[in-house]
Nanobody, 126 residues
Framework: QPQVVESGGGLVQPGGSLRLSCAVS????????IAWFRQAPGKEREGISC????????HYADSVKDRFAISRDKAKKTVYLQMNSLKPEDTAVYYC???????????????????WGNGTLVTVSS
């Protein structure tokens, strides 16, 4: 049974950085892409980043491009989301998920935002 556990959230000031982790079990990152989405209070879930299983290529929503970076450590079975230059509007619960049969570019524009874990809360505030 595939499982993911998100961690690394917290309170950070605007302009600060955080690194989120997504620890996976029950499947291999060699065969499954991993994506991140977020949900702010009262807002819809927003897909923000994805890393392809095949070649490790990375994809980002415009809202986080050039500020966030997704990466993976296959040996540790962990996917990371490095978040820099954080803004108050980045405040949300962040989730990692499996895009399934969709490639990353398709997943980002799809409405598939399935929760696999409990998420991790990121609060950007002074």
């Amino acid at each position: 049974q595939p499982q993911v556990v998100e961690s690394g959230g917290g309170l950070v000031q605007p302009g600060g950085s955080l690194r989120l982790s997504c620890a996976v079990s029950g499947f291999s990152l060699d065969y499954y892409s991993i994506a991140w989405f977020r949900q702010a209070p009262g807002k819809e879930r927003e897909g923000i980043s994805c890393i392809m299983s095949t070649d490790g290529s990375t994809h980002y929503a415009d809202s986080v491009k050039d500020r966030f970076a997704i990466s993976r450590d296959k040996a540790k079975k962990t996917v990371y989301l490095q978040m820099n230059s954080l803004k108050p509007e980045d405040t949300a619960v962040y989730y990692c998920t499996l895009p399934g049969p969709l490639d990353c570019s398709m997943w980002l524009t799809s409405k598939d935002r399935t929760k696999w874990g409990n998420g991790t809360l990121v609060t950007v505030s002074s």
